[in-house]
């Protein structure tokens, strides 16, 4: 049987947003500190022992997140037009990481977002 082995990155970015066609205070312009954890699986190990670098992982997060890092999200593509909720936001980052490393035996697995230390949304998709 194959094995599979699951890497993980935690790291935070802050930034702000308001939540469109929301009735309740979400709607108004607030902040956050999001938590991030992103998830790789690798299927394979390399001649190192490695499935990969956690310096690979950590270096595309931190550009993915430097787009969204101390902004308001409503200003930024794409959630100019999509609404900045933790849900899309989360895909928002799958996708993003996910082109910057994604191979033949490695692939982003999952993102995590924490809106608060009690609040998450964890996406994923089947590969």
Not at 48 to 65: H, P
Not at 75 to 94: C, G, L, R, S, W
């Amino acid at each position: 049987m194959a094995g599979l082995y699951t890497l993980k990155v935690v790291t935070d970015f802050a930034a702000s947003h308001s939540l469109r066609d929301y009735q309740g205070k979400c709607q108004r312009l607030h902040g956050h500190n999001w938590k991030v954890e992103v998830e790789v699986a690798a299927h394979k190990l390399d001649n190192v022992g490695m499935g990969i670098d956690f310096k690979q992982i950590k270096r595309a997060t931190n550009e993915v997140l430097e787009g969204l890092d101390h902004f308001h999200l409503n200003d930024i593509a794409p959630f100019d037009k999509i609404n900045p909720t933790a849900e899309n936001i989360a895909a928002f980052i799958y996708a993003a990481i996910g082109k910057l490393i994604d191979q033949e035996h490695i692939h982003v697995s999952a993102v995590t977002i924490w809106e608060t230390e009690r609040a998450c949304v964890r996406y994923t998709e089947v590969k």
